[in-house]
């Protein structure tokens, strides 16, 4: 008897919660990129979004940690396809959760950043697997899927190296799209586990 667990859509519901959450700290938090710090009057808005921030990527990075170890050796579970979406969901919840306890320390987030391009050229390579090699039943909004937040882990290094608040603002859009686009994908995807047999 195969016991499997099927969490990815509350990961996906996850990975919309992360996308808001950024967006609202871009906007938000008083960061000062020259200073490396949060302003004063921001650490309270600053502590509870760090909060947030660390709890979606705690879960993504367990549950994407799961999938990566143990469902790929099972036809059933998967097969190598849900590599695609378990390593990606561990390395962003560890980004997720060195941002949080970079916001929540009040140190910077430069570095961060930096480990978050790694994750952009992750997606972005996943997104042109996915588009080459027809992964999924539709490749175009897949990839799009995968290409919406590795174009946030790119704008997040200038968004954390400079005090401009057109970049931040830019990131936050980017934050906020990739997070819409993941509802549309998490709403069908729970729709769909929650059909019933026919």
């Given at each position: 008897m195969v016991l499997s667990f099927d969490y990815l859509d509350s990961m996906m519901w996850s990975i919309a919660a992360s996308g808001v959450l950024l967006g609202v700290a871009a906007l938000k938090v008083p960061y000062k990129a020259s200073s490396d710090s949060v302003e004063e009057k921001g650490k309270s808005l600053t502590s509870a979004l760090a909060i947030g921030?660390?709890?979606?990527?705690?879960?993504?990075f367990i549950t994407g940690m799961a999938i990566s170890l143990t469902w790929p050796?099972?036809?059933m579970a998967g097969g190598v396809y849900n590599i695609l979406f378990g390593g990606v969901a561990a390395l962003g919840g560890l980004v997720l959760l060195a941002g949080s306890v970079a916001?929540?320390?009040n140190r910077s987030l430069k570095p961060v950043s930096y480990f978050a391009v790694v994750l952009g050229v992750y997606l972005a390579v996943d997104a042109y697997s996915i588009l080459n090699y027809n992964l999924t039943r539709d490749p175009l909004l897949s990839a799009l899927l995968y290409v919406a937040p590795a174009a946030a882990a790119f704008l997040s290094v200038p968004a954390t190296h400079?005090?401009?608040?057109?970049?931040?603002l830019f990131f936050a859009i980017f934050a906020f799209l990739?997070?819409?686009a993941w509802v549309y994908f998490a709403a069908n995807t729970t729709y769909g586990h929650l059909?019933?047999?026919?």
């Open positions: 921030i660390g709890t979606g990527g705690l879960y993504l050796y099972g036809a916001l929540f320390l400079v005090d401009n608040k057109w970049l931040r990739f997070a819409l059909k019933p047999p026919s």
